[in-house]
């Protein structure tokens, strides 16, 4: 809990460790409430750090010490002083090395943050990430002190038969009383946040992977008893993720044995500890009933992404944790580029660049604002943010943009040679692909300084007599905290042009004819002529999202339907079927302030009428071209945001279209139906996705019609897409069956932690009117927890981030609510807690009177006694 000011950390006061920790033993005496730790750091003075003073800083916290010793002599008081984060030893030996032996002792079981050594369910398990190995001993718990660990694990033979640690097992043997023990080395030097150990009973499902130079790898998965047949998805996952990376970038898996460990109670998705990866059950578990066609993808993206670290984090890691990014935006890029192989790169792409813009945006126009490389934090838990990873990886796809393909990986392939075993920067990245490329990149480091979303605002015109396009483009970026004027930054902008039949346009520019290129923006406004044309062409801009910009360019409804018709660029295509359906969702929230009766304009219908009518080979990709946009990505984009006139005018589009388009979507509800169970190609994902869409379409209709389709959908669905989908729709309706549809899913599935979040989160994200009450309600359900992170975010997280209407009520009860959970959770985990405030950023984005209940709740929070760092920051930056 916080002492009086928290401490900001600067990236500007960097200085490399005074000392070093060489090698590690670590003795574990395992049990749930008294668990003892033994370490043995064998050290020495760092000869790059310019520091003098002959005492040693380890850092600890929430440690109860037993014994210390240095080269095996006691330690007296006088020697060393504890506080709540460091134990000072007075004197260390300055020319030989030394040893530092500690004994301590620390309670799992107390320990619900998650984060060091805790109890889940019943099994003991790790989470060091960023810096909770100093909640295990003291230590040097920084990044770029890297060290060689010797681990033996100690336990109850009853409770804890398994015994984990990284890299290989040495040796293991009986104890008396019932106890045995087991060791673990692992070769490779690392820092301490990789560390993992986990203890419990456990299940193993084995496999095996033979690596491209020959070596063969076992493969093993770790869970409880009763989820030993949902394993198999996330074995296949984890055997395609290798053999990816040797394919893509030539990267081999380097120990003998890969282990990933599947718990309950897990603060995010999953952990890359060397050899032994923890994960969330969420991203382990699937079975085709249990687990939806994205829980399927997801799984294999949060595995290959962890896989990925094994390089891009482990084998090179970070210096400090300013430089976050560099693994984590890289890894992201590269999880991207994987599931992109795997599924569809046009979906893919689609989806990502959707969640970039509905919430990575949203932070980067918000008081949190920060660029991937943050320059100050009070607690870098908060700083695992989507500005990090998904803009992070917007700027690594950036660079593979500029340089292409080859000259990207060349980049990456000097970067992994130069730094290997090292801790680096993101400079050190860029230096990589400078050095392989020959080529300057001085401007495009810019992206890892400056916050904030660029706007490009682009005219054309076109002279007919000179058969010339001009293009003008200004880029700007608004002012975030700390950085009120912005320089311009290096942006590619790739582009393509249409010929009135939708063909693609041929052009020539510098003296070269084609039909695409990319820009490279540099200047704050650069103008370009387009030559040889000799039709007005119609532009396609930023193909394939090629930078993370607003776009400001005034198009004409007609332009956006025929680009939604004729682009090739499958991210364009799509891109202009969301713009159009947004300029007409603002045009009826204009017409719903100013009291007019609503229309929606026929070009919508014509569009989406040709669509549903059209041949299509990606049905995935089709089922997105009939998504419309997101309420929260409309939010985005609105001066003062208007949750209800939102709402009620893209339900109108929807509903109207529903009506207008009845028979299209039965019919295409049809073709693609069918009751089947276990598979999951492109093809069965896609036409899962498609009539899924169709009966989103067709629940707006509140007929009896429709309502026997989608309940007959829901009683006999033989997979959880399908089951999902119906009881989504059934719930955001006032189907006579709801009560009964949710009760039966509830009996069916009461043993499944996963599905029964899904129950929870379904009903939290619910538009009907007492949603409120409902979410009240489940707080008080039996099968609700605070203490497990997947039903609060089920809950809570739904809630207050899927439910922009109940959350948002006149009355702020919504924001109250959230409050109440926000400091109920903070003494539990803070987090959780600081994840849940960031809902209550946004606040001058709303109306005055939402604007100041919004405040006085982060007032509140920000008020409370005993705060936690984690949400003091969030909560004191929001109202900054
Ligand atoms: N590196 C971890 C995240 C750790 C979060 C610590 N608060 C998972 C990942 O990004 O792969
Ligand atoms: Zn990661």
């Known amino acids: 809990m916080r002492d009086a000011t928290p401490q900001t950390v600067y990236l500007k006061d960097y200085t490399p460790p005074e000392y070093l920790i ?64 460091t134990m000072t030893i007075q004197q260390v030996p300055q020319q030989r090395a030394f040893v530092i032996s500690i004994e301590n002792r620390i309670n799992p079981k107390a320990n619900t943050a998650l984060e060091g050594l805790y109890l889940s369910s019943s099994m003991l398990c790790t989470q060091c990430e960023a810096q909770g190995f100093r909640k295990i001993t003291w230590f040097l718990d920084r990044p770029d002190v890297m060290t060689r660990f010797k681990t033996t694990l100690s336990a109850d033979k009853t409770q804890y038969p398994v015994l984990l640690s990284n890299g290989n097992k040495i040796g293991h043997g009986d104890l008396a009383n019932n106890r045995h023990w087991v060791s673990w080395e692992d070769p490779f030097a690392k820092p301490c946040y990789l560390f993992a150990l986990v203890a419990g009973q456990l299940e193993c499902v084995s496999d095996s992977f033979t690596t491209m130079s020959g070596r063969e790898i076992a493969l093993e998965i770790f869970v409880e008893q009763h989820n030993v047949d949902k394993c198999a998805h996330a074995m296949q996952s984890l055997k395609n993720a290798m053999r990816w990376d040797e394919d893509s970038y030539g990267l081999e898996y380097d120990l003998d044995l890969y282990m990933i460990v599947a718990v309950d109670h897990f603060n995010m998705g ?140 060349k980049g990456c392939d000097l970067y992994f040679q130069r730094h290997d075993g090292q801790a680096v920067t993101c400079e050190d990245f860029v230096n990589a692909m400078e050095a392989a490329n020959g080529v300057e990149l001085s401007q495009f480091r810019r992206w890892y300084s400056q916050a904030g979303t660029p706007v490009l605002t682009v005219s054309q015109h076109y002279d007919a007599d000179a058969q010339q396009l001009h293009l003008t483009i200004q880029q700007s ?27 693609p346009a041929t052009f020539v520019i510098n003296g070269q004819q084609q039909t695409d290129i990319t820009l490279n923006l540099t200047e704050a406004e650069q103008s370009f002529v387009f030559d040889e044309l000799a039709e007005k062409p119609v532009l396609s801009l930023l193909r394939g999202f090629s930078a993370p910009v607003n776009l400001n360019m005034p198009r004409s409804l007609e332009e956006l339907a025929f680009l939604f018709k004729h682009d090739s660029d499958t991210f364009n295509r799509w891109e202009a079927g969301q713009q159009l359906v947004v300029q007409v969702i603002f045009g009826l929230i204009e017409d719903l302030h100013n009291h007019l009766p609503l229309h929606l304009n026929a070009l919508v219908v014509e569009a989406f009428h040709s669509l549903l009518n059209a041949e299509a080979d990606d049905l995935s990709y089709q089922a997105l071209l009939l998504t419309l946009p997101d309420e929260s990505y409309l939010a985005g984009q609105m001066t003062v945001i208007d949750v209800d006139a ?199 984005r709303y109306d005055k009177g939402r604007q100041k209940l919004m405040k006085q709740q982060l007032q509140r929070i920000v008020m409370t006694e005993q705060l936690s760092k984690d949400v003091y920051e969030i909560a004191s930056k929001s109202l900054a």
């Not at 002012?479 to 249409?498: E, R, S």
Request: charged share 20%.
């Open 477 to 503: 970026c608004p002012p975030t905290p700390h950085q009120p004027d912005k320089a311009p930054l290096h942006i590619p902008v790739k582009l393509g042009l249409l010929a009135a039949d939708g063909s």
């Open 646 to 844: 939102i709402h009620h005018a893209r339900e109108f589009v929807k509903t109207t279209l529903a009506h207008a388009l009845e028979d299209d979507f039965n019919r295409v509800y049809l073709i693609h139906h069918r009751d089947e169970s276990g598979k999951f190609d492109a093809d069965a994902i896609g036409r899962r996705r498609l009539k899924n869409a169709c009966l989103s379409y067709l629940s707006q209709l509140e007929s009896s019609d429709s309502y026997t389709l989608i309940l007959a959908q829901f009683e006999q669905a033989h997979n959880m897409t399908d089951q999902m989908a119906a009881l989504s729709v059934i719930v955001n309706s006032q189907h006579p069956a709801k009560a009964s549809c949710l009760d039966k899913f509830y009996q069916q599935w009461q043993q499944e932690a996963l599905v029964i979040d899904k129950w929870f989160a379904l009903q939290a994200s619910s538009y009907m009117p007492n949603t409120f009450a409902t979410v009240q309600a489940l707080m008080q359900h039996p099968a609700f927890d605070m203490k497990t992170p997947n039903r609060v975010r089920a809950l809570i997280g739904a809630f207050s981030q899927a439910n922009p209407v109940h959350f948002h009520a006149k009355d702020g009860e919504g924001y109250r609510f959230l409050a109440d959970q926000v400091l109920a959770l903070n003494t539990l985990n803070p987090q959780i807690a600081s994840r849940m405030v960031t809902s209550l950023a946004q606040w001058r």
């Open 270 to 409: 999953a952990m890359e500890n060397k050899g032994l990866n923890v994960f969330n059950t969420k991203f382990v578990l699937a079975r085709p009933d249990t687990a939806t066609d994205s829980d399927y993808e997801h799984i294999e993206g949060v595995i290959g992404h962890e896989y990925f670290h094994n390089w891009s984090g482990n084998r090179v890691t970070c210096r400090d944790w300013f430089q976050l990014s560099l693994k984590e935006g890289f890894t992201v890029f590269r999880d991207q580029q994987f599931t992109g192989d795997r599924t569809s790169q046009a979906v893919k792409r689609i989806q990502d660049v959707n969640a970039l813009r509905t919430r990575q945006f949203a932070e980067d126009a918000s008081p949190l604002a920060h660029p991937i490389r943050p320059e100050a934090y009070i607690e870098i838990n908060n700083f695992y943010t989507l500005t990090v990873y998904e803009k992070g990886a917007e700027v690594v796809r950036m660079l593979q943009t500029l340089l292409g393909a080859e000259g990207f990986r």
């Open 22 to 85: 060489d090698s590690v033993e670590l003795d574990f005496d395992l049990d749930a409430q008294h668990t003892q730790v033994n370490s043995r750091l064998t050290m020495r003075r760092n000869p790059e750090s310019a520091a003098a003073g002959v005492s040693l800083v380890l850092t600890g916290e929430e440690l109860e010490l037993i014994s210390i010793q240095l080269d095996g002599n006691p330690l007296t008081e006088s020697d060393f002083t504890i506080n709540l984060e």
